[in-house]
């Protein structure tokens, strides 16, 4: 097909480039450059039988694929379990979660050598994308080994869309390849049929992330925490997932917030590891005393802190007694609010929401997560909740009550596969 021949030209192109961009990201997550080959497919720790594989992109992905890989060892309890993973907070958190119950290694490069070399050493039977990763050369290549390829919680927002639309043949190519398209929402839904996904393989189970379960050594990962944060009583604000733009935004209009109530402190968890450093720079140039998790437990009195410790978002959030989603001050999108709102934290987000539609508008429908213009907006919001009990509780029990009102996607998603 022409427009597959094109993209595989582009992206041999593009290898120096993707090789370069791993390298420079290992200088703060040497994970980067670790088992380089398994981007080629030549993968040392393919399992002895045919088993699942699931991908999961990065850290929300791996949470979302726990009770995904336990309902598939149940279908198929001899099959061996085979997950992959792009970034190096994923294959942390994989590492972390599951430890050696899966076989665990990256996703190959799209490319045909790549891909067939990682399918002859993997032999799976079965392909679980999670959300909309779709990759021409990967879903052909498991067509030509009589793979099944199912994509579970996906999500096409309205941009995205139109890009594959100008994709327009390879698009339909690859959707043509997808044996069951289970979206988070209708609008997602209806969108795959528009860009030629048969009708009769699409289903709306759901969104998957509410059936994730909290780790079984939540508490002993939050005593942990509660250890770094030190002694301080008061509340603690929690900044998560932030992007370049919006901390400098967020320390403006915080510190005299913080100024206001001297036993508040602001928790600025960045979402990339790369950024910490950068982060600290502009923390450490506030009137404020400033302290990084990393380096122990936070001396007394410090008002602004570091979250720059991987892995431990979902501790600090149990710690926390409102939650900032970043990535929607500035046009990211946004990050899922379901994590925060399993602790029952009252939920902020700026405007940019793209990427998080329908399950942002359920939890404003259930007055459980605020949506401010700006980070001005955003302190006098927090600053009303908490000082404010009542509200704070029905905020609390709003986002709670969401969650649970939203569970059962999995189930269904699982059936589904057991129908394949």
Known sequence: MIWRAIYITLHLLALPLLLLRLWWRGRAEPLYRQDLAARFGRWDGAPEAAGVWVHAVSVGETVAAVPLLRGLEALAPSAPRILTVTTAAGRDRARELLGDSVHLSWLPFDLPFSIRAFLRRARPRLLVLIETELWPVLIHECQRFGVRVVLVNARLSERSAAGYRRLGGLTRDMLDGVDLIACQDSGSAQRFIALGARPERVTCPGNMKFDALLPGDLSVRMDRARERLGTDDGPLLIAASTHAGEEQRLLA?????????????????????????????????SPLAA???SAGEVPAGSRLLLGDVMGELIALYGLADVAFLGGSLVPHGGHNPIEPAWHGLPLFSGPHLANFTDVAQRFREACALEVVADADELARAMERVLGDDEL?????????????????????????????
């Open 392 to 420: 704070w509780q029905q905020r609390s029990d709003a986002a709670r009550s969401v969650v649970e009102a939203n569970r059962g996607a999995l189930g269904a998603i699982l059936a589904d596969i057991r129908a394949l």
């Open 253 to 285: 209009a915080c510190v005299p917030l913080l100024r206001r109530h001297p036993d508040w402190r602001l928790l600025i968890v960045p979402r990339h590891a790369h950024r910490f450093d950068a982060v600290w720079r502009l923390m450490e140039q």
């Open 291 to 293: 302290a990084r998790l």
